[in-house]
């Protein structure tokens, strides 16, 4: 018996239940179109969705060979940058679990959030935010590993648990060669009521206190987005608000994956206008005070 199309719809919306699926699904179905771009030195880098998927692999081996296992916390530290959006699809690939935190938390408070998610790895954008991980393990070394994705002005940080993304990826991919088949095995083993992120409330009267999200809440919230709004594919968006807001999550990170369309990150807030008029997003997405300033 041949199935209708919403039937046949539901069935592939059953099987891309989790971001890790959808991720490969893309790079499969449309490997050579552009899933991201960063705004670097004011040109415009892009990756394709096959990249992505890439560089995804690449980052969760590499994390894998660290010690990060299923369940494991990633703290997630900058501004929206692509490589910490594929940071958090390498820790959902392993079954780990990313934590965004604001990227303007002084170390006192992103110490908080660490110890109370029992977080020990952590990926940040760049020397600032290195600091506030050195500073949050002079007092506590719950954080056992430190990525980072900006090298400049780390030339001579000499600590064992910090290292580049670049240096991650490339024993990930050493990984991947001794270790056939595990991303791959990973990925799949990861389901719809599995724990997709941990955010964290902004805090404002009292501790933050974390949200926890599986993919069912996420996947079906961004999906029925999609259809009210009517996105496509073809989709481009300007990635530029807090990564540790859900806003983004959902709007950035979560439809992008769901749809297919493309993510652009800004090269800096103090640029957001110009590199929004260059990419002239289809959708976009703001709180009302962006639209009242």
């Known amino acids: 018996m041949s199935l209708s199309p919403d039937q046949t719809q539901a069935a592939v919306a059953e099987a891309l239940n989790t971001f890790p699926r959808l991720l490969l699904h893309h790079a499969r179905v449309r490997g050579d179109k552009i899933a991201m771009r960063e705004k670097d030195l004011g040109i415009w880098q892009a990756w394709n969705w096959q990249q992505v998927a890439e560089e995804v692999k690449a980052?969760?081996?590499?994390?894998?060979?660290?010690?990060?296992?299923?369940?494991?916390k990633l703290a997630i530290i900058g501004d929206n940058r692509p490589h910490l959006y594929m940071g958090m699809a390498a820790a959902q690939c392993l079954g780990g679990?990313?934590?965004?935190?604001?990227?303007?938390?002084?170390?006192?408070?992103?110490?908080?959030?660490?110890?109370?998610?029992?977080?020990?790895f952590a990926l940040v954008e760049d020397q600032e935010q290195v600091d506030k991980m050195l500073e949050i393990r002079k007092?506590?070394?719950?954080?056992?590993?430190?990525?980072?994705?900006?090298?400049r002005g780390l030339r001579h940080y000499d600590y064992p648990f910090l290292q580049s993304i670049a240096t991650i990826q490339e024993l990930g991919r050493e990984y991947d060669r001794t270790h056939p088949g595990f991303f791959e095995k990973q990925a799949?083993?990861?389901?719809?009521?599995?724990?997709?992120?941990m955010l964290y409330t902004s805090g404002t009267t009292g501790n933050p206190k974390g949200v926890v999200l599986t993919y069912d809440n996420v996947i079906i919230t961004a999906r029925n987005g999609i259809i009210r709004e009517r996105l496509t594919e073809n989709e481009e968006v300007l990635a530029?608000?807090?990564?540790?807001?859900?806003?983004?999550?959902?709007?950035?990170?979560?439809?992008?994956?769901?749809?297919?369309?493309t993510v652009n990150c800004p090269e800096s807030g103090a640029t957001i206008l110009t590199d929004l008029r260059e990419i002239g997003p289809t959708y976009?997405?703001?709180?009302?005070?962006v639209y009242e300033n």
């Open 188 to 197: 799949e083993a990861v389901h719809g009521d599995d724990i997709a992120i």
């Open 240 to 261: 530029y608000l807090p990564m540790a807001w859900v806003g983004d999550n959902l709007f950035s990170y979560a439809q992008s994956l769901i749809a297919g369309f």
């Open 284 to 289: 976009y997405f703001a709180p009302p005070r």
């Open 139 to 151: 007092v506590n070394e719950s954080i056992r590993q430190v990525v980072f994705d900006d090298p």
């Open 59 to 72: 980052l969760a081996c590499g994390l894998a060979a660290l010690g990060f296992k299923r369940g494991e």
């Open 97 to 120: 679990i990313p934590v965004p935190l604001y990227q303007d938390s002084i170390a006192k408070e992103m110490a908080f959030v660490i110890d109370n998610a029992d977080v020990h």
